[in-house]
């Protein structure tokens, strides 16, 4: 990168960081510091939810999904305006009546203490895992097309999250999200605008080569309990996922009880339902336009350079420029036929357009043995390297064809994506332990002072232990997903034990206990024996699924419980 670019990353990272600080500055109590003194209007509320939901891993992965999968992906989000209206009339009233710091108290109101225990455990579980890979999944990418050393780029997100987090809570942690906000979405837009302009063809014929390519699939209305992305499972499946995380995640929940009025609140929320997809549009777009790119432009071999350069200086290097030489033939007939396909198109010869876009496929299942061929060299050379490279295609793209000062702002979209996300989790995290555990199970009457500075105190752990998570995450694989899949395996026992407590009133704390023990185990079952089954039966289910399965079976567990309970 420039210097100019180096100057541009640098600058909005820190001024966010002391804009937080400094304008959360001064002496606090418990309330004002968990809920921000109810200061938040609804734009505010917003924003801060959207920056929250909207982690790295959404502007690294998401334009590489695209580019790779086409705009499917956005069918996830068709059930959140939904989510977002059920939880506005029915979750936000009630902790606004019972003026609770955490979802959580609610539940000791409604059954009984170890049922809110069990809850605060299961997200703390849940979240505290999450902080770390939320952490580790931006920082692996952006440490590699640095060249930083992974622990220090750690270490420099993590503890810029802690200092202003720590200081100011949830105010700061509102306050910067706007900020945050305002630099990730700037610089997509920035993004996308070079992106159509770099294009080697006009705006329209880009978006027939897209179409043409299945590219521009908004909308499957396939049946497949194990594809995530469809409308049915946008609609159905989803919408539990909505539900939990924004109805009883504390790290979501805390975000809309800082606002000023029940009615600021809901306002917050309803505008996140609806400007979430049109967000998630754009950048789903944007990697399209870099796949359309790609097709005129021969695109590296494989995206990730790091890995590219060391093969280069191996024993394998001959190998690999052969492998090279055989991808930019097959690239080169394969733009000639696309020019062929437009033509097609353009002059309404939709045979031959079909008949054309055949003969690329074929040419794309050879580029595809190709690039196989070159992660079986790397691995060769690297028996550790992550041969899957999606992630990278943006960033690379950025670095090889934005011009400067523009290379920095989207690193720092990057960087305060992590920085939005992870702050909320770990400010959340730290609410959760003080109120539910150490405040209600542990040291009951202490000054607020006591809890102000215990609460402090647990943001930094969870911090540190997020920064110490994901200095190991490498043990684990499949991070970019993890995220949604490790949220998947808890949400559906803690939205259901929440259901049933707003719904069904006459199931009882030791029903609903029961019933939350034996749904989790039967999610972590499901989960595990997914795609191999058990006893003669198979089954291979999306865990999208896993937040249905999993609130439904609190709802039956807890009701056959509390019928034998009577008897």
């Given at each position: 990168?420039?210097?100019?670019?180096?100057?541009?990353?640098?600058?909005?990272?820190?001024?966010?960081?002391?804009?937080?600080?400094?304008?959360?500055?001064?002496?606090?109590?418990?309330?004002?510091?968990?809920?921000?003194?109810?200061?938040?209007?609804?734009?505010?509320?917003?924003?801060?939810?959207?920056?929250?939901?909207?982690?790295?891993?959404?502007?690294?992965?998401?334009?590489?999904?695209?580019?790779?999968?086409?705009?499917?992906?956005?069918?996830?989000?068709?059930?959140?305006?939904?989510?977002?209206?059920?939880?506005?009339?029915?979750?936000?009233?009630?902790?606004?009546?019972?003026?609770?710091?955490?979802?959580?108290?609610?539940?000791?109101?409604?059954?009984?203490?170890?049922?809110?225990?069990?809850?605060?455990?299961?997200?703390?579980?849940?979240?505290?895992?999450?902080?770390?890979?939320?952490?580790?999944?931006?920082?692996?990418?952006?440490?590699?097309?640095?060249?930083?050393?992974?622990?220090?780029?750690?270490?420099?997100?993590?503890?810029?999250?802690?200092?202003?987090?720590?200081?100011?809570?949830?105010?700061?942690?509102?306050?910067?999200?706007?900020?945050?906000?305002?630099?990730?979405?700037?610089?997509?837009?920035?993004?996308?605008?070079?992106?159509?302009?770099?294009?080697?063809?006009?705006?329209?014929?880009?978006?027939?080569?897209?179409?043409?390519?299945?590219?521009?699939?908004?909308?499957?209305?396939?049946?497949?309990?194990?594809?995530?992305?469809?409308?049915?499972?946008?609609?159905?499946?989803?919408?539990?996922?909505?539900?939990?995380?924004?109805?009883?995640?504390?790290?979501?929940?805390?975000?809309?009880?800082?606002?000023?009025?029940?009615?600021?609140?809901?306002?917050?929320?309803?505008?996140?339902?609806?400007?979430?997809?049109?967000?998630?549009?754009?950048?789903?777009?944007?990697?399209?336009?870099?796949?359309?790119?790609?097709?005129?432009?021969?695109?590296?071999?494989?995206?990730?350079?790091?890995?590219?350069?060391?093969?280069?200086?191996?024993?394998?290097?001959?190998?690999?420029?052969?492998?090279?030489?055989?991808?930019?033939?097959?690239?080169?007939?394969?733009?000639?036929?696309?020019?062929?396909?437009?033509?097609?198109?353009?002059?309404?010869?939709?045979?031959?357009?079909?008949?054309?876009?055949?003969?690329?496929?074929?040419?794309?299942?050879?580029?595809?043995?190709?690039?196989?061929?070159?992660?079986?060299?790397?691995?060769?050379?690297?028996?550790?390297?992550?041969?899957?490279?999606?992630?990278?295609?943006?960033?690379?793209?950025?670095?090889?064809?934005?011009?400067?000062?523009?290379?920095?702002?989207?690193?720092?979209?990057?960087?305060s994506a992590a920085m939005s996300s992870s702050s909320s989790e770990l400010n959340a995290l730290g609410s959760?332990?003080t109120i539910d555990l150490y405040k209600r199970s542990m040291k009951k009457d202490a000054s607020d002072l006591?809890?102000?500075?215990?609460?402090?105190?647990?943001?930094?752990?969870?911090?540190?232990?997020?920064?110490?998570?994901?200095?190991?995450?490498?043990?684990?694989?499949?991070?970019?997903?993890?995220?949604?899949?490790?949220?998947?395996?808890?949400?559906?026992?803690?939205?259901?034990?929440?259901?049933?407590?707003?719904?069904?009133?006459?199931?009882?704390?030791?029903?609903?206990?029961?019933?939350?023990?034996?749904?989790?185990?039967?999610?972590?079952?499901?989960?595990?024996?997914?795609?191999?089954?058990?006893?003669?039966?198979?089954?291979?289910?999306?865990?999208?699924?896993?937040?249905?399965?999993?609130?439904?079976?609190?709802?039956?567990?807890?009701?056959?419980?509390?019928?034998?309970?009577?008897?």
């Amino acid at each position: 990168m420039s210097t100019l670019d180096w100057i541009v990353l640098f600058w909005t990272l820190f001024s966010i960081a002391a804009f937080g600080i400094y304008k959360t500055r001064g002496k606090k109590n418990l309330d004002s510091y968990l809920r921000g003194k109810n200061s938040m209007n609804w734009w505010t509320i917003g924003l801060s939810i959207m920056a929250t939901q909207a982690s790295a891993i959404t502007f690294l992965s998401t334009p590489g999904q695209a580019y790779e999968d086409g705009m499917r992906f956005i069918q996830f989000y068709f059930g959140l305006p939904i989510a977002m209206v059920i939880i506005s009339a029915t979750f936000i009233p009630i902790y606004y009546k019972l003026k609770v710091y955490t979802a959580y108290e609610y539940l000791e109101n409604r059954f009984d203490l170890k049922t809110r225990t069990l809850t605060a455990l299961l997200f703390i579980i849940q979240r505290g895992l999450g902080a770390g890979i939320t952490i580790y999944a931006p920082a692996i990418i952006l440490s590699t097309l640095l060249g930083w050393n992974l622990t220090l780029t750690n270490i420099l997100i993590g503890m810029l999250v802690i200092l202003y987090t720590v200081s100011g809570g949830t105010e700061a942690v509102s306050i910067t999200q706007k900020q945050q906000m305002a630099v990730m979405m700037g610089g997509m837009i920035l993004a996308g605008i070079i992106v159509i302009q770099l294009l080697p063809i006009s705006f329209g014929e880009a978006l027939h080569v897209a179409g043409k390519m299945e590219k521009l699939n908004v909308v499957s209305f396939e049946f497949d309990l194990a594809d995530r992305y469809n409308v049915w499972s946008g609609m159905t499946a989803a919408v539990f996922l909505f539900l939990s995380y924004f109805g009883s995640d504390q790290s979501q929940v805390q975000r809309y009880l800082s606002g000023q009025t029940l009615t600021q609140s809901r306002m917050g929320l309803i505008m996140n339902g609806f400007l979430k997809i049109p967000m998630q549009f754009v950048i789903l777009f944007i990697g399209v336009m870099v796949f359309v790119f790609y097709q005129y432009i021969q695109p590296p071999v494989f995206f990730n350079k790091v890995q590219t350069e060391k093969i280069k200086s191996s024993e394998y290097a001959g190998e690999f420029e052969s492998l090279e030489s055989q991808y930019e033939a097959s690239f080169q007939e394969g733009r000639v036929a696309y020019q062929e396909m437009l033509a097609a198109i353009e002059s309404d010869q939709e045979e031959k357009a079909d008949e054309i876009k055949g003969r690329i496929q074929d040419i794309k299942k050879e580029q595809s043995l190709i690039r196989e061929e070159v992660k079986s060299l790397i691995v060769k050379n690297d028996p550790d390297a992550e041969t899957r490279d999606t992630d990278y295609v943006f960033m690379r793209f950025v670095m090889d064809y934005l011009p400067p000062g523009i290379v920095g702002l989207l690193f720092a979209v990057i960087f305060s994506a992590a920085m939005s996300s992870s702050s909320s989790e770990l400010n959340a995290l730290g609410s959760t332990t003080t109120i539910d555990l150490y405040k209600r199970s542990m040291k009951k009457d202490a000054s607020d002072l006591h809890y102000l500075r215990s609460s402090k105190a647990f943001t930094a752990f969870w911090g540190l232990g997020a920064i110490l998570f994901a200095t190991y995450a490498s043990l684990f694989e499949n991070l970019i997903q993890a995220v949604n899949l490790l949220g998947s395996l808890f949400y559906g026992t803690i939205l259901g034990v929440f259901i049933v407590g707003f719904f069904l009133k006459w199931i009882r704390g030791n029903a609903v206990f029961i019933g939350a023990l034996l749904s989790q185990a039967l999610i972590l079952l499901v989960h595990f024996k997914n795609g191999v089954g058990m006893m003669g039966f198979y089954w291979d289910i999306g865990f999208l699924w896993y937040n249905a399965i999993g609130c439904l079976a609190v709802m039956g567990f807890g009701s056959v419980a509390q019928l034998f309970m009577k008897k």
